[in-house]
Structure formats: C-alpha cells, structure tokens
C-alpha cells in the first residue's frame, strides 16, 4: 500500500513535468553545472585534496582545516570562518541552531530550501517577505520580537536577480536586525577577486554563506564572520558536529 501511494505522488508530479530523473550528461557543452569557471577540471587542485578520518571534533582535525580556515576569513575581511560538508549543511547549522525561541527570522520568499529547511529545524518564529520588496520587508519588520534576523541571497539562483542589499542593509542597521545573506552564486563572480557581491558593495553582514561548488567548482561551504560566532557553531551546530 505504501509503495502504490508512493507511486501515486510520482505519476501526479509526472503529470505536472516535474518528476524529477537522473540521466548521463557526457559529452554535452555544460551550461548547468556547479562548476561555472572549470576549476574541477584542474588537476592540481584534485591532487591537493586531503581526506579526514572522521569528525573534526574527535580526529578529522587538521592544520589544514585551520590554514584554509584562516585564508577564506582573510578573503573575506572577517575575524573567523568556519568549513562544512556542504551549502546545505552551512545553512542547516546557522538557521537551526543561532535565532533562539525568542527571536524572528524574516527570509525572502525566494530563499534557497537549505534555508528554508534550517528554519524548520530551528525555534525562532520566522515568516517570508515578497521577493527583493524592501517596502514588504519594512512591514514585516514592524511585527517582529526579540533578535531580528533578515536572509537574502546575494543572487538568486533560478531567477539570476540580485538582491537590493545596499537598501537592505541599510534597513537592518536602522532596524537593529541582523543580516544574513546566502553569498553561493556570487563567490567567485562578483567583488575584485571573487569575494561576492558583499563586499563588492562594502556590506558586512553579521554572517554570510559561500559555497566552494558554483563558481569554485569543489565541494562544501563556510560561514563567515565573528570569532564568537564560529565558537557557538562548533558548540551547537549539529549538522557541524
């Protein structure tokens, strides 16, 4: 009964051209993948990758995490960074574990489903804005309670539309929220050297997501930003741990 209900929800999305397949892709030009600039393609790249025998927190530790650590903060002009599996486990972390009970997370409603899926994880009362509407984001602000937290990407992937973060972090600051912002599909493309659009436009938000697949073509993600907060995320972060 289980499996025929299983296929039941398939055929419906079928119906509606959304069922999703696994299909090869050799030998097409690739306009799609997470590997915009070709990095994946070097092999020097490859030939410097180390593995880790487990956790971090118990003996998957290494000078090598702490050095890369140390760079991408750098890069980025923040005190601390912090390395994960991946964007979705990046966000997972911040989303389920920073905002408490008491506080309110307003996203937009175009926010990746990483983000979507830490707020569920996560206490915090939260609700969405209409996409890139700074007006809609000033009335949802005014129904908020305890530490306020607005996300945004920085470019939003299935619509290639940037956000309007120079208004939006400008709103926070006046609002005393706190800004995060999804920095995947902009590292590596926009800033002098591939900083993202951040810091291209001079914002310092109190954290932000870059992934090193898109334009980095690798695999996994850090967040960036105070050495408190990379402390609380080693302590709470479960999808870290």
Do not use: W
Request: aromatic share 8%; glycine share 8%; with cysteine.
């Amino acid at each position: 009964m289980l499996a025929q209900k299983l296929q039941k929800i398939l055929d419906e999305r079928a119906q509606k051209d959304a069922l999703r397949t696994l299909r090869i892709s050799e030998g097409l030009i690739d306009f799609c993948s997470n590997d915009y600039l070709g990095f994946a393609q070097k092999n020097q790249l490859v030939d410097s990758a180390h593995g880790s025998s487990g956790s971090r927190l118990i003996s998957g530790q290494y000078r090598i995490h702490e050095e890369a650590e140390q760079h991408i903060a750098a890069f980025h002009q923040v005190e601390a960074a912090l390395i994960f599996n991946s964007g979705y486990d990046a966000n997972l972390s911040f989303f389920s574990c920073v905002p408490q009970k008491e506080d309110t997370i307003i996203y937009d409603q175009l926010c990746h489903a990483s983000i979507r899926d830490g707020l569920r994880l996560g206490s915090a009362r939260n609700f969405s804005f209409k996409h890139n509407d700074v007006e809609d984001l000033k009335q949802k602000l005014s129904k908020t309670q305890g530490m306020v937290f607005v996300v945004a990407e920085s470019i939003y992937s299935m619509d290639g539309d940037p956000a309007p973060l120079a208004v939006i972090a400008k709103l926070c600051q006046e609002q005393g929220a706190h800004l995060i912002v999804d920095e995947a599909h902009s590292t590596g493309i926009f800033g002098e050297k591939g900083e993202g659009l951040c810091q291209e436009l001079g914002i310092i938000p109190f954290a932000r997501i870059h992934t090193f697949g898109k334009a980095l073509g690798g695999h996994g993600a850090a967040i960036v930003g105070s050495q408190t907060l990379k402390d609380y995320l080693i302590n709470f972060a479960r999808p870290f741990i």
